[in-house]
């Protein structure tokens, strides 16, 4: 990977589960044509996809912005929602507001924030009720890779 | 094992126009929340599912799952088989119950082991 920085951004659209998925799939081959190690890089697209999915199911309309340099991957992802009324509930794993519908596609168990939380390095969650919610999460590239037995 | 060992172990039918058979399998993950494939299941996995539409193609990509496997004659539509066509990742469908299909893959040796290679923690 050369030393420059790779920046980009999706536009997401609230209930468009058509393409759901759509943006993190790209951001997904973005960093596999950066040669970035195959655990970063599904760490990043699992936490992108929460993320993403949490837009189309919550909000009006979003964006993912992206950032890629030689020592981390930066993701941050506003949207225009209903915003999180109680950011250390919906940390929880299991807690959701999802209606069925959604829950009936396999998404909306109260795992989005948690897995992000888990596959991300460091994760900020900043929301405003009633106006629309910012997650940033950022992935470092240089910390050694952590292969179990 | 590989995917043709597994198609005829549950009496799949294969739904993909172009996916290899070949591949080697060696862990599973079977759930109907896309969620749970995504904290949980482990790369380069097959996975069992009762889900049929396209959220599952997208959730098996980013999770680098390598194959699908759709329970109890479920089938997904055609964009959404296209889809994984696009994706390369091969469908299959089998007649068998959830429990019956997971039962017969893990007496043939695979197995749903965590994988700590993909977090953080």
């Known amino acids: 990977m050369n030393d420059r920085c790779t920046e980009g951004c999706f536009f997401l659209t609230g209930k468009d589960f058509t393409n759901a998925g759509a943006a993190s799939s790209n951001l997904k081959e973005i960093l596999e044509s950066l040669g970035i190690r195959p655990d970063i890089v599904r760490r990043t697209a699992i936490a992108s996809f929460e993320a993403e999915m949490n837009v189309i199911i919550y909000a009006v309309a979003g964006m993912m912005q992206y950032s890629i340099t030689p020592e981390m991957i930066r993701l941050v992802i506003q949207d225009m929602g209903p915003g999180i009324k109680d950011i250390d509930l919906a940390m929880k794993e299991g807690y959701s507001t999802a209606p069925d519908y959604i829950r009936e596609m396999g998404f909306g168990s109260g795992m989005g924030l948690p897995n992000i939380k888990k596959n991300a390095d460091t994760l900020n969650v900043s929301s405003v009720y009633g106006e629309g919610t910012t997650l940033e999460f950022i992935i470092y590239l240089t910390k050694p890779s952590q292969e179990g037995p | ?121």
């Open chain 2, 1 to 121: 094992m590989t995917l043709e060992d597994i198609r005829k172990r549950l009496g799949a039918v294969v739904l993909s126009r172009n996916g290899d058979m070949t591949i080697a399998i060696e862990k599973a993950y079977c759930a109907d929340l896309m969620s749970d494939v995504l904290a949980f299941s482990m790369t380069n996995s097959l996975l069992v599912t009762g889900l049929t539409n396209a959220q599952v193609i997208r959730t098996a990509e980013i999770a680098d799952i390598k194959a699908i496997v759709f329970v109890q004659s479920k089938r997904p539509d055609i964009e959404t088989i296209a889809m994984a066509d696009e994706k390369r990742i091969p469908l299959m469908v089998t007649s068998c119950s959830m429990f019956d299909a997971c039962g017969m893959l893990y007496e043939q040796g695979l197995r749903c082991e965590p994988d700590r290679s993909h977090s953080n923690e």
